[in-house]
């Protein structure tokens, strides 16, 4: 385990071992026998892309964390099964039959993103609501959205249940949110929209 923020190349050999074990049961296939090479830099640069984290040839604190967490393997199904340490199927789903998360590519959005709510709830302090986060076609024409986002798993509109007003947290969650999407100015309306597709700044 690393405690700072090390060069993948400077790992010892059991710990980039165990770096590229983990790698490939995400997907990022290695072959892992603790040498560092080039196989193990890209797919290592891939995985960090993908859940947004920056330094693409360094591993630190949490990175480790992240990627050596237990999955979590919703049944998206059960409104009250987990797709993150604070979020749940219901959330994402409104509680709503139609609006269940059936493709596969949708609820890997879907997990990437509640990964990154978990970091706006523990940053802000307090929990966070949802008014709407995954809408499937059907949905998205009867609220006349955009098709952009929110048919994909990677956009929801979140608010504020304790810590300071909507507009308080709508301004501070445009820092914190930075460059990793997009970013809708909603308060007036009661919520804030975020999203994963990419940087974006812009008023309901």
């Known amino acids: 385990m690393v405690t700072k923020d090390t060069f993948l190349k400077d790992l010892s050999k059991a710990d980039l071992k165990k770096v590229q074990e983990a790698l490939t049961r995400k997907g990022f296939y290695t072959f892992p026998d603790g040498i560092f090479g080039k196989d193990t830099a890209r797919q290592f640069a891939n995985w960090k892309r993908s859940i947004h984290m920056g330094i693409p040839d360094k591993i630190g604190k949490e990175s480790w964390a992240v990627l050596f967490a237990p999955a979590i393997v919703p049944d998206w199904g059960n409104f009250k099964s987990k797709v993150s340490k604070y979020f749940t199927v219901g959330e994402v789903?409104?509680?709503?039959?139609?609006?269940?998360v059936y493709n596969t590519v949708h609820q890997a959005n879907?997990?990437?993103?509640?990964?990154?709510?978990?970091?706006?709830?523990?940053?802000?302090?307090?929990?966070?609501?949802?008014?709407?986060?995954?809408?499937?076609?059907?949905?998205?024409?009867?609220?006349?959205?955009?098709?952009?986002?929110?048919?994909?798993?990677?956009?929801?509109?979140?608010?504020?249940?304790?810590?300071?007003?909507?507009w308080a947290f709508e301004r501070w969650l445009d820092k914190f949110w930075g460059r990793k999407g997009g970013l809708?100015?909603?308060?007036?309306?009661?919520?804030?929209?975020?999203?994963?597709?990419?940087?974006?700044?812009?008023?309901?």
Do not use: M
């Open 93 to 100: 789903s409104q509680n709503s039959r139609e609006r269940i």
């Open 110 to 166: 879907v997990l990437r993103l509640a990964a990154e709510l978990d970091k706006v709830r523990e940053a802000w302090g307090h929990p966070i609501g949802v008014t709407s986060w995954y809408r499937p076609p059907a949905v998205e024409r009867r609220v006349r959205g955009s098709f952009a986002n929110h048919p994909f798993g990677f956009a929801a509109d979140i608010y504020p249940l304790g810590g300071g007003s909507i």
């Open 184 to 204: 809708g100015y909603g308060a007036k309306k009661g919520f804030v929209h975020v999203d994963l597709r990419h940087y974006r700044r812009w008023n309901y």
